[in-house]
Antibody
């Protein structure tokens, strides 16, 4: 069974950099897109971006200037970095497999507060 | 960007009811649409892909239809475990792969 386990800092100050990592186990790493999605408290889902094993990425235009997604194929992991965070970036961040997100990480609550 | 809308935003229903949720895309996305179910504090769960494909393990009371700009998710006979929020999600044109705002199904 495919499992995604994610981790990263949960409390940030404004202007700091958000950093999350997602480790994949139980299935193939190659041939899939690997995505990050977020959800502000009480609100809907927002797609952040995706990466494939080759390192090719696609980002949401609204976040592209602040977001970098990278991949570590040797460890079956991919990561999200988001710079210059503000309170508007507070929410639960999920990693997921594919473009139809069949498998998800458990979610990471990120709170941005001074 | 493709904008996704859903209606209704919420629906109150009883166990056994037939529930239909509509999703509309601002541009033609073919059948590049998925539906997700999310319960509080949990990650979303993929129900339907390619507009009408039933994901593995999803009960057959869930069905999806549509193409182009108009899509529906139908729950044929609502069960207690189906009270949740449902999101549509397009992958027909990117970036971004946009989600609908969600439809909450709660107890009447």
């Amino acid at each position: 069974q495919v499992q995604l386990q994610q981790w990263g800092a949960g409390l940030l100050k404004p202007s700091e950099t958000l950093s999350l990592t997602c480790a994949v186990s139980g299935g193939s790493f190659s041939g899939y897109y690997w995505s990050w999605i977020r959800q502000p408290p009480g609100k809907g889902l927002e797609w952040i971006g995706e990466i494939i094993q080759s390192g090719s990425t696609n980002y949401s235009p609204s976040l592209k200037s602040r977001v970098t997604i990278s991949v570590d194929t040797s460890n079956y992991q991919f990561s999200l970095k988001m710079t210059s965070v503000s309170a508007a970036d507070t929410g639960v961040y999920y990693c997921a497999r594919g473009r139809y997100f069949e498998f998800w990480g458990q979610g990471s609550l990120v709170t941005v507060s001074s | 960007d493709i904008q996704m809308t859903q209606s209704p935003s919420s629906v109150s229903a009883s166990v056994g009811d037939r529930v239909t949720i509509t999703c509309r895309a601002s541009q033609d996305i073919g059948t590049w649409l998925a539906w997700y179910q999310q319960k509080p504090g949990k990650a979303p769960k993929l129900l339907i892909y390619y507009a009408s494909g039933l994901n593995t393990g999803v009960p057959s009371r869930f069905s999806g239809s549509g193409s182009g700009t108009h899509f529906t998710l139908t729950i044929s006979s609502l069960q207690p475990e189906d009270f949740a929020t449902y999101y549509c999600h397009q992958t027909g044109a990117f970036p971004p792969f946009s989600f609908g705002p969600g439809t909450k199904v709660d107890v009447k």
